[in-house]
T-cell receptor, first 117, second 119 residues
């Protein structure tokens, strides 16, 4: 089975430009998470969806960030306008429906390394 | 207070020896899950092992085992017979059970331990 797929793997853009990161979760998983990893702050949850509905977006840094999940197999994270401090690795992860006794393990994509000049 | 604490920024181990990576956590929940992930230099996050708070036995997955001490709130990762390919950053994470039934809960990650296996 394919794992979580993210695109692009690397993105270099200039300050002020719009950036769109894409994620395809593992088929059958009903929860999707967007994380950001930086040296200073480590791994931070930005937002997560359950059954395509945003559940918690308290980690989204500011209004420049937005995320959508139009269907169960696709999600986007958009930054508009981008700033140099947005440079980081952005991970998407998915997990199956929690069954109460299950592990609810999150499986991560390979990440998108974003550089904003 | 930090929810997940990894006190070892870096660790060295000789190839074929065992190594323990420390992790302590803080929660008031009775039901929670503890996870370890490996992040090699290539950057991907690889799930290694899971321990549920109600599990009576320590989790094991191949050369990985989790030394779970609930009263001390620690969940140390033990890697036996270290291999050069084990050199990576290791993250401990916790999932607390909150929110509406059936919804996934977020993971909180520690700061990580960089493990280097020496030949």
């Amino acid at each position: 089975d394919a794992g979580v797929i993210q695109s692009p793997r690397h993105e270099v853009t200039e300050m002020g430009q719009e950036v769109t990161l894409r994620c395809k979760p593992i088929s059958g998983h009903n929860s999707l998470f967007w994380y950001r990893q930086t040296m200073m702050r480590g791994l931070e949850l930005l937002i997560y969806f359950n059954n395509n509905v945003p559940i918690d977006d308290s980690g989204m840094p500011e209004d420049r960030f937005s995320a959508k999940m139009p269907n169960a197999s696709f999600s986007t994270l958009k930054i508009q306008p981008s700033e140099p401090r947005d440079s980081a690795v952005y991970f998407c992860a998915s997990s199956p429906r929690e069954t109460g006794g299950g592990t609810d393990t999150q499986y991560f994509g390979p990440g998108t390394r974003l550089t904003v000049l | 207070a930090q929810k997940i604490t990894q006190t070892q920024p870096g660790m060295f181990v000789q190839e074929k020896e065992a190594v323990t990576l420390d992790c302590t956590y803080d929660t008031s929940d009775q039901s929670y899950g503890l996870f370890w992930y490996k992040q090699p230099s290539s950057g991907e996050m690889i799930f290694l092992i899971y321990q549920g708070s109600y599990d009576e036995q320590n989790a094991t997955e191949g050369r990985y085992s989790l030394n779970f001490q609930k009263a001390r709130k620690s969940a140390n990762l033990v890697i036996s017979a270290s291999q050069l390919g084990d050199s990576a950053m290791y993250f401990c994470a916790m999932r607390e059970v909150r929110g509406i039934s059936g919804s996934a809960r977020q993971l909180t990650f520690g700061s990580g331990t960089q493990l280097t296996v020496l030949p």
